[in-house]
């Protein structure tokens, strides 16, 4: 039925091969954050065709990857964005996209950051009955979304499910009459009700149920304009395991069903939304680094490279995954000749780790290491730390071209505050 699902297996991958990466590294520097956009391009595309009701558009929540040229791409693809800070909006802004395209999902913002978003003609959606409260002081009148917590959650690690009855985030669903009344004790006009349930699920169980849920608040609102359903759409990092894909063409027949039998009972039509950051980005992306040192300590074989976790942040915080490549001289070796090895960045913590006990080829210092689906919360959650310089990003454009996208920092950036 819809051909945009086709398995997109590999290739993401196939310009680790087409390229010599160790000129790509001598280019830009290691370690580098280097993004492929016809896969870019391909994951906006799929995203677009997830909902065939014809009301439906795609956010992309730009957390996942801010890089403006990457925005950019996004954009001529035809999708809006979500901000969740007057940063992200700032940029968006700076990328092209109209405040009409852009959603400000606040938590726990302050009443100038919401200023910031009226100011610019974004609309903000807030989480809390404080933060309505908040809201209608300082813009009686004016529209505004809610973020309801419908009760459902998901995600890869207690620390990204965003609903349920753990969390910080949404409206619980009890309250719904309250808001009701902050909304007519400001005149504010609740055009839109939003949740996120969390991040990389690859079933799309809980994600259905949860739509089941915010429709059934969904219909307490007669007037709203759109529905956005949230995203956390996951990649199989694991994919070379046997993870599956995420099955978009069952989820895409179950919502659509879904979203008209509702439509039917409410009697009138609303823009749908989504908003997926991962999906859009983390296959696009991957990390290169350089192997600076080789040793073993009490058996344990440390692979000592230059990708500290203030370059990539998921394996520390999450204890995420990422599938790793070693190339030499420009050839791949072979992952199975070789034993465990733990691969380690060059930051002063001991849970400096980016992959433990993996199965490697017999590396050297000076091979590259290339850190597969890094697209996602990767560099938008690199930091200084340690004083160490963020990574550069290059892109491979479609033409397979490669160009600089964001410079290194340099000593100076790191002073640049005082
Ligand atoms: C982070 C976030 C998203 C995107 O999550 P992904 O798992 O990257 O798809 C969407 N909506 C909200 C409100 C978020 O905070």
């Known amino acids: 039925m819809n051909n945009n699902f086709s398995n997109v297996s590999d290739e993401q991958r196939d310009f680790l091969y087409k390229l010599d990466l160790q000129e790509i590294v001598d280019k830009y ?43 950019k791409i996004v954009k001529e693809e035809g999708i809006n964005a979500d901000a969740m800070s007057p940063g992200e909006i700032y940029v968006l802004l700076k990328a092209g996209f109209r405040p009409d395209q852009i959603f400000y999902i606040g938590n726990n913002v302050s009443a100038e950051e919401m200023q910031y978003a009226i100011d610019h ?15 209608g002081k300082i813009h009686k009148g004016g529209k505004v979304a809610v973020r309801f917590n419908a009760g459902i959650g998901a995600g890869h690690h207690e620390k990204v499910v965003t609903a349920g009855s753990k969390t910080k ?3 619980d669903n009890t309250l719904v009459e309250e808001v009701k009344n902050i909304a007519d004790k400001y005149a504010l006009k ?35 304009e759109f529905i956005d359903l949230g995203g956390g759409f996951g990649i199989p990092y694991k994919g070379h395991m046997g993870e599956g894909k995420l099955d978009l063409l069952g989820m895409s027949i179950k919502l659509d069903a879904i979203l008209k039998e509702w439509m039917k009972q409410y009697g009138r039509n609303a823009q749908i ?35 500290g976790f203030n370059v990539l942040m998921r394996p520390v915080m999450y204890d995420s995954y990422h599938e790793i490549k070693v190339f030499r001289n420009g050839k791949e070796l072979d992952n199975s000749k070789g034993s465990k090895a733990t691969v ?8 400096d780790i980016l992959a433990r006990d993996r199965e490697l080829p017999d590396i050297e210092e000076g091979d590259i290491i290339a850190v597969l689906d890094a697209g996602a919360y990767g560099y938008s959650m690199s930091s200084n730390y340690n004083m160490r310089l963020r990574p550069a990003e290059a892109i491979i454009c ?6 600089l996208i964001r410079k290194r920092d340099t000593l100076e950036a790191l002073l640049s505050g005082f």
């Open 344 to 351: 380690v960045g060059n930051i002063c913590e001991t849970g």
């Open 169 to 171: 985030f949404g409206i």
């Open 273 to 307: 939304k989504i908003e997926p950051g991962r999906y859009i980005v983390a296959e696009c992306g991957t990390l290169l680094g350089t192997v600076h040192s080789v040793k073993t300590n009490y058996n344990t074989k440390y692979i000592g490279t230059d990708i």
């Open 398 to 403: 479609k033409d397979g071209s490669h160009k």
């Open 121 to 135: 003609g974004v609309l903000v959606s807030v989480d809390s009955i404080s933060q309505l409260e908040t809201y």
């Open 29 to 71: 520097g290691s370690p580098l954050y280097l993004y492929d956009e016809r896969t870019l391009r391909k994951r906006c595309e799929e995203m677009r065709g997830l909902i065939k009701y014809p009301q439906f558009s795609v956010n992309y929540s730009i957390k996942a990857n801010s890089n403006i040229e990457l925005l």
């Open 190 to 224: 609740i055009v839109g009700v939003n949740q996120h349930i969390g991040s990389l699920f690859l079933d799309g169980r809980a994600y259905l149920e949860g739509v089941k849920g915010l429709l059934a608040i969904a219909s307490k609102f007669p007037e709203l």
